[in-house]
Structure formats: C-alpha cells, structure tokens
C-alpha cells in the first residue's frame, strides 16, 4: 500500500517552455500533498504543500507564479513549471499524505532545461 | 525554521561491518523519520519514531529517539551491499502542520 507515482520519470525541455509533472496517489486518498526538489548531493528542499481543492502553499523563495501547483483531487496533484529556464534544472519528488505525518514519496522526475 | 544536522555526511565501511549515523537537532519534534534513498529514486520510509527513548528495530537496521525528541540515530548490524544509500531523516514540525524538515543525509558505501 500507499504507492505513489509520478510522470514523466525524465523531461528535457528547451528554454522558455512549460512542463507539467504529475503525481498521484495510487491506492490511497491523499488530502495534501507536497513538492520537493533535490539538487545534486543535496537534501530534499520543500517547494509547496497543496491540500486538495484549495491554493497551494508556498515556502518562503519559492515563485508561485513559476512553479504553478494544482490540487485537483484526492489522488493527483500537478506541477507546472513555467518558462522554465536552466536554472530549474532539477529533480522534483513529490509526497503524499493521509492526515498522518507520514508522507510517501514518488519515484521522481529528472527535469533538464536546454 | 527547525534543522537537522546528520553525521557523517559520507561513510564507506567493508560488508559484514556495523556503523551508526546520527541526525541531531536544538530543535524538539514530534515525532521523526528515517528514509533511504538510492540514486535518481524518492526516498522510501523506514521507520517513525515518536517517543523519547523509542527503539525500533527493522531486520538489522536499529533506530533511537533521544529522551529529548532532538536527535536519533540509526544503527546497522553486519551491513551488506544492499544497505548503500543515501539515508535522510525528517523531523515533523511541532508546529502541527505535517511538514518535514530533512537533514542533508548520510551517504552510507558498503564494499563487498
């Protein structure tokens, strides 16, 4: 039980487009939901934490406008990353959670940016 | 903001030898978890720990929860190849809001 998945697992994009990544809870309800992403030898840094039908809620230097996150379901979260540009280059985990503090985490998506 | 320090970052050791990792914080959590990542994968849950004192055991892999809820540390018994990773702990925020706050990890390198 509590599998998540995420797709794409890999993207490349050119510079100044937008990518979706979704992530969904696949055998269980999640009522939030959280965007990390992971650099290189780095921890995982929180993004986003998105409740199911309401705005997400952003950490503190994270662009809302930017990393555009929608909540539409008790199974699937989004992110958009848009323009995106070399910087943003990045893995992006998601995690998913039943009212508990456990989160489960997907596999990951390994976005690059040309 | 609460931060957790882990120690060693890095930690190679020979299969059949034991080791233990520490995360430790000056802040108190409710509760704190353990996960192992491998490369280009999302880290997987090992283990909660909730009270002070706690001792989990999961196969050879032994976890503590200081008295305090500050720190914990994660031992491992006649470790074998498939026990490389990169393991992170997560401590739950106290301030009721189901975030995690992870430590930079412990990459662990057990050579056969």
């Known amino acids: 039980g509590a599998v998540v998945s995420q797709h794409p697992s890999r993207v490349i994009c050119k510079s100044g487009t937008s990518v979706k990544i979704e992530c969904r809870s696949l055998d269980f309800q999640a009522t939030t939901m959280f965007w990390y992403r992971q650099f290189p030898k780095q921890s995982l840094m929180l993004m986003a934490t998105s409740n199911e039908g309401s705005k997400a809620t952003y950490e503190q230097g994270v662009e809302k406008d930017k990393f555009l996150i929608n909540h539409a379901s008790l199974t699937l979260s989004t992110l958009t990353v848009t323009s995106a540009h070399p910087e943003d280059s990045s893995f992006y985990i998601c995690?998913?959670?039943?009212?508990?503090?456990?989160?489960?985490f997907g596999p990951g998506t390994r976005l690059t940016v040309t | 903001t609460q931060l957790l320090e882990q120690s060693p970052q890095f930690l190679s050791i020979q299969e059949g030898e034991n080791l233990t990792v520490y995360c430790n914080s000056s802040?108190?959590?409710?509760?704190l978890q353990w996960y192992r990542q491998e490369p280009g994968e999302g880290p997987v849950l090992l283990v909660t720990v909730v009270t002070g004192g706690e001792v989990k055991k999961l196969k050879r892999l032994t976890f503590q929860f200081g008295d305090a809820r500050k720190d914990s540390s994660l031992h491992i018994t006649a470790a074998q190849t498939g026990d490389t990773g990169l393991y992170l702990c997560a401590g739950v925020s106290s301030y009721g809001n189901n975030r995690l706050a992870f430590g930079k990890g412990n990459q662990v390198v057990v050579i056969p």
């Open positions: 995690s998913a959670s039943n009212r508990g503090h456990e989160q489960y």
């Open positions: 802040s108190v959590f409710s509760s």
